[in-house]
């Protein structure tokens, strides 16, 4: 089992910037590939950002090229969410997702290639 915790949500204008953090805790953090998705009400969910196991290979949704970078430090079993230029579109509950994988540093973007979440957080900017 994988524990996924994100932090780093909040209220921001547009054109600011925030950076998520997620912690993961239960699995060998270098074994799992990650991901942030976002959540808004009447939508599916969709894929933000995501990293291979050793952080060598990301991908990004066309919306937010650019603009917010993703990372991870496995020395602190840590993903992050740097998003910068945030926009009112940008509003949305922010996830964090892994899977565990040993052999390929492939990136995932379908939510079906999850099947560990954190509980979100909250990112809203005001226009």
């Known amino acids: 089992q994988v524990q996924l915790v994100e932090s780093g949500g909040g209220l921001v204008q547009a054109g600011d910037s925030l950076k998520l953090s997620c912690a993961a805790s239960?699995?060998?953090?270098?074994?799992?590939?990650m991901a942030w998705f976002r959540h808004i009400p009447g939508k599916e969910r969709e894929f933000v950002a995501g990293?291979?196991?050793?952080?060598?290979?990301?991908d990004y949704a066309t919306s937010v090229k650019g603009r917010f970078t993703i990372s991870r430090d496995n020395a602190k079993n840590t993903m992050y969410l740097q998003m910068n230029s945030l926009k009112p579109e940008d509003t949305a509950v922010y996830y964090c997702?892994?899977?565990?994988?040993?052999?390929?540093?492939?990136?995932?973007?379908?939510?079906?290639?999850?099947?560990?979440w954190g509980q979100g957080t909250q990112v809203t900017v005001s226009s």
């Open positions: 997702a892994a899977r565990f994988e040993i052999y390929s540093n492939m990136v995932f973007t379908k939510t079906i290639e999850y099947n560990y």
């Open positions: 239960g699995r060998t953090f270098s074994s799992l590939p």
């Open positions: 990293i291979s196991r050793n952080g060598g290979n990301t």
